[in-house]
């Protein structure tokens, strides 16, 4: 385990242009008009004291009507214990990896603006803190006024020796926090999804659910400026012992239609739907 502090920044953009052959790139003239090819963004993860920084490029993938899917083109991970400067590493994590990593699958986002991630976590030794933060940058166009935003966490974890693993919110009330900006980087709104949670019981290797937690929309105002920047910050507990975590989360915003009419239930059926269809359609492909 690494104790002392050190706080490392890596740029991903580049290398993870190669990618998946199969996720291809789309070009200008097979997008919609005003929707870029690609969208630079960043993120930082945090394990006991140690934070890596680093930006990456989501890329047009596919295009549903006026709708443009964005993803990285391929998986990439940290490794907390490499030497400083080698912890963004290209590519998925050794299935026999003995450290401590997260790797990212998927960071999903369509300019509606909505906003995903696919991570998986592992934690050796003993209970590691992991702290996430994604920040998602304002779409265009922008939404103005009053909108319905929701917002979702699901996932697993395994138990690997077979005695026991859970996963416990750090330092916040729960184990997501999904936050909106107006686009003078005013917070108006925020989303807490994800309890404590164990499982025991069923051996080794035994794999145990986590949530659904689907957050009931919060109407939010964005004002005349529009609806900025997203950020999701995901932190908790880990139990060690080689334990390991797969989190899927995400964020939707709606335009609420003037006068004001009730969308709740159906906006958040809505986003559950979309991303569980979507991750699922670039879960096979890069298989």
Do not use: H, W
């Amino acid at each position: 385990m690494i104790n002392t502090k050190a706080i490392i920044y890596s740029s991903i953009a580049a290398t993870l242009l190669a990618g998946n052959a199969a996720q291809a790139q789309l070009t200008q003239g097979e997008l919609p008009a005003g929707k870029p090819t690609s969208i630079m963004q960043s993120g930082s993860v945090t394990r006991d004291g140690v934070t890596v920084g680093f930006d990456y490029n989501l890329y047009a993938l596919e295009v549903d009507g006026s709708d443009v899917y964005y993803d990285i083109l391929g998986p990439f991970y940290v490794n907390f214990e490499a030497p400083v400067g080698q912890q963004v590493v290209q590519g998925p994590a050794p299935t026999s990896a003995m450290f401590d990593y997260v790797q990212y699958n998927s960071l999903y986002a369509v300019l509606d603006p909505s906003g995903s991630f696919d991570a998986s976590f592992r934690d050796f030794g003993g209970p590691s803190n992991f702290t996430q933060t994604f920040t998602f940058s304002s779409f265009e166009p922008t939404i103005t006024g009053l909108v319905n935003f929701s917002g979702s966490l699901s996932g697993g974890m395994t138990d690997l020796a077979g005695n026991g693993v859970s996963i416990t919110p750090y330092n916040q009330a729960s184990t997501v926090l999904i936050k909106l900006y107006d686009i003078n980087n005013n917070l108006i709104s925020t989303l807490g999804r994800g309890d404590t949670a164990s499982g025991s019981g069923l051996g080794a290797a035994a794999s145990y659910g986590y949530g659904p937690f689907n957050s009931a929309p919060s109407l939010a105002n964005c004002g005349t400026a529009g609806c900025g920047k997203v950020e999701i910050e995901l932190s908790f507990t880990g139990s060690g012992g080689g334990d390991s975590y797969a989190l899927t989360g995400g964020y939707f915003v709606e335009p609420v239609p003037e006068p004001l009419t009730i969308l709740g239930a159906g906006a958040a059926v809505g986003f559950g739907g979309l991303f569980k269809r979507k991750l699922a359609q670039k879960k096979n492909t890069k298989a």
